[in-house]
């Protein structure tokens, strides 16, 4: 019983943090844009298991889309399949493959890029265009990927 109580003690604590946390971001911001992944495809690595369901990132999702409509905003999905990461933010030229080991990278251009940085400007930048345009998100064309920039 004692087990029990400090497990939903915790379960209560991160569900608050989650309600604030997202009523905050819905107040503060017209436009919200995160990216689609597959959470439960994520959980099957066995070493990022633990940290990813601990996240709690499917119930911060729901969490967002409902109030976005509450308060009126705008919530846009980015395709899982966008290359948010390999995508430089600064020439648009695609990367063709990067492990997770590497963090940081440099383009062609000489810009040097935080992999997760440059992911959450590509996101954003996605999200915005999805709003002006009101089209989808979708992985870059065969042009992009052959590293032919703008």
């Known amino acids: 019983m004692k087990v029990a109580r400090v497990h939903a003690r915790i379960t209560d604590r991160r569900r608050d ?3 604030q946390l ?9 436009t919200l844009v995160i990216e689609d992944l ?3 495809n994520m959980v099957k690595n066995r070493r990022l298991a633990r940290a990813i369901s601990d996240a709690s990132w499917s119930q911060l999702r729901s969490m967002l889309e409902y109030k976005a409509g509450w308060y009126g905003r705008d919530l846009v999905v980015v395709d899982r399949w966008f290359p948010s990461s390999k995508l430089c933010s ?3 030229v695609l990367r063709a493959g990067m492990s997770l080991s590497v963090r940081m990278w440099t383009c062609g ?3 040097t890029l935080d992999r997760d940085v440059n992911a959450a400007v590509n996101i954003r930048a996605a999200g ?3 709003q002006a345009c009101g089209d989808g998100v979708r992985p870059a064309r065969a042009h992009a990927r052959a590293g032919s920039g703008r």
């Open 128 to 130: 915005l265009a999805v």
């Open 109 to 111: 251009c000489g810009t």
């Open 90 to 92: 600064a020439c648009g």
């Open 38 to 40: 597959t959470v439960r």
């Open 22 to 30: 997202t009523t905050r971001l819905v107040r503060e911001n017209q």
């Open 17 to 19: 943090f989650l309600h």
